[in-house]
């Protein structure tokens, strides 16, 4: 069974909004893009039935655009996926897609997913690490809730598959 983990994605829109808000356009720099490192580590059964190891690196820019829209680009960023059971067993994805960033007046928020992206226990309709290729869209409230589930076109990887 799925052990319930605070997706990455609505951790990440959260912080968004926390830092930069759909009011405060003038507060985001728009310099260049920012070194970003991740690691979480599952134990076995939590997300595959191994244990294993994410690592996220590379670079992030979060781009304020017209109508207090955001979109968070993500050059050069990869994933490691490694399996804990036997570390030979490892995979790096790059991650490059982007999140476009919609804030509502009732404090939803709508997300687009385009390109390459890495979604960890986001939705129980997906696995618990999935790449994703192509575009999902979805809506979750301040709490990261959902309101809309993921839909779209996408290519859906089970990275569980790719280390086993």
Do not use: W
């Amino acid at each position: 069974m799925k052990k319930n983990h605070i997706p990455k994605l609505a951790a990440l829109v959260v912080l968004v909004i926390s830092a930069f808000g759909p009011t405060s356009e003038t507060a985001l720099a728009q310099g260049p893009p920012e070194d970003y490192t991740y690691t979480n580590v599952y134990g076995a059964g939590e997300a595959c039935s191994f244990p294993v190891r994410v690592e996220v690196s590379g670079r992030e820019k979060v781009i304020l655009l017209p109508g207090g829209r955001l979109m968070v680009a993500s050059p050069g960023l990869t994933a490691t996926f490694t399996n804990l059971d036997d570390p030979s067993k490892q995979s790096t994805q790059v991650i490059t897609g982007a999140i476009h960033v919609t804030f509502n007046e009732d404090g939803s928020v709508e997300l687009v997913l385009t390109g390459r992206s890495f979604l960890e226990g986001f939705d129980p309709e997906l696995p618990t690490l999935a790449i994703t290729i192509g575009r999902l869209s979805l809506a979750i409230d301040e709490m990261g809730n959902f309101i809309r589930p993921p839909s779209g076109y996408a290519k859906v990887i089970n990275v569980c598959s790719l280390i086993d």
